[in-house]
């Protein structure tokens, strides 16, 4: 059945056929890809009992920089370990502020507490789901060291714009490319327009190693103060600068921040496919916005086609619900209706960081204040209503398929399930 024969049909939800009819190959979804290539580069690992070790996780990260397009890469045991590095790296100490996007995941942010810094959290925008340039310059005062920026969901944040500002306050700018790997703004590999950048590897992230992060910088001091910070074994032949090889041996922050070696040798098999997998999944993607393209209610999310920038891996792909132009049709009934085609549709974001009691109640190390506060000049937190955008956006956002592969005669029906039931809204009111 054609495309607009399966649009046309009766909604499943009121007892008409199903858009997705059969069952996909696994292979349609199935994340990540590990062959005998991958199997076969652990096992090596184990076999050698070489997991503690550094000589498989330096040439990885040799290769990540050069694919990457920064002079140093530095391999962690998870993203928040390198963003936490990156954070260190930069600078950031007590009583010292960032300012990052309340819509992300908890360690683009939580990890200054562990410095003794505190967060303030910019809004995001509606469309790109990323942090507003807008929110963020009026946020700025002399305690502010560093700018978070998050490419939510794979979408690149407004580069530019963020680092014209950071340069007339002389901020550092980390870039959370979690989300992200591979992704251009305006032609530019994301991870190496900022100061800074540090991302996740772990197993469903579009660049998987098991569980794993990496930080990559072209600034020597950031990499040298991260390394200083958890990787007290690598002291000896990486530090340069004075004041860090005064004090090696041992970990300046008191972690141990070291990947395991299995991570680094299945890393280096992913890199050297992720580039035709990531274009596959970028094909499977565009095709099936492009299938929905019009209609009412959905916007795809992703740039324009003629901005130059890419979606990368496009981790958790999601799309922008507008509920008005569906009758005020609410974001439940919807998801619903998708899942009764056959579809796969659910609510695709984080809650808003700004409302957690972690960043407004808790106080983590006994300092009879919260954790926010307990180093700040000022009380910190953010009350409901402060961002408004980033409160109400999780019913105007829906997660969509995350296809592995282009396989049009499956992409097909699954966007199907989404036109189908947004042209009919009207029967769901």
Known sequence: MSFNDLIAQPLAINGGPKAVTGTPPSELFHWPIVTDEDISAVTDVLRAGTMSATDITRQFESEFAAWQGTEFALAHNNGTAALLSAMFGVGIGRGDEIIAPSLTYWASALPAFNLGASVVFADILPNTICIDPADIEHRITARTKAIVVVHYCGYPCDMDAIMAIAARHNLAVIEDVSHAHGARYKGVQVGKIGHVSAMSMMSGKSFPAGEAGVLCTNERAIYERAIA????????????????????????????????????????????????????????LNRFWDLLEGTPGLVAHRPPKD?????????????????????????????????????????????????????????????????RNAFADRDLRQPAGSLPVAETIGERTLGIPYFKHDWAEWIEPYAAAFRKVATQASQLL
């Not at 090889?245 to 299995?262: C, D, E, N, S």
């Not at 999601?318 to 609410?330: R, T």
């Not at 796969?344 to 954790?371: K, M």
Request: a negative charge; glycine letters at 14%.
């Open 307 to 371: 901005s130059g920038s890419t979606m990368g891996g496009w981790y958790n792909p999601v799309g922008i619900y507008q509920p008005e132009a569906l009758g005020g049709l609410p974001l439940s009934r919807f998801i619903e209706a998708v899942n009764a085609e056959g579809g796969i549709c659910g609510r695709g974001i984080n809650a808003p960081l700004h409302l957690h009691p972690v960043f407004n109640e808790a106080d983590i190390y006994g300092d009879g204040v919260p954790t």
């Open 229 to 284: 910070f958890g990787h007290y074994e690598r002291h000896g032949d990486s530090l340069t600068l004075p004041e860090l090889v005064a004090l090696r041996g041992l970990p300046l922050g008191g972690f141990k921040q070291r990947i395991i070696q299995t991570a680094s040798a299945m890393a280096r098999v992913q890199l050297r496919h992720y580039d035709e997998r990531m274009g596959e999944i970028q094909c499977a």
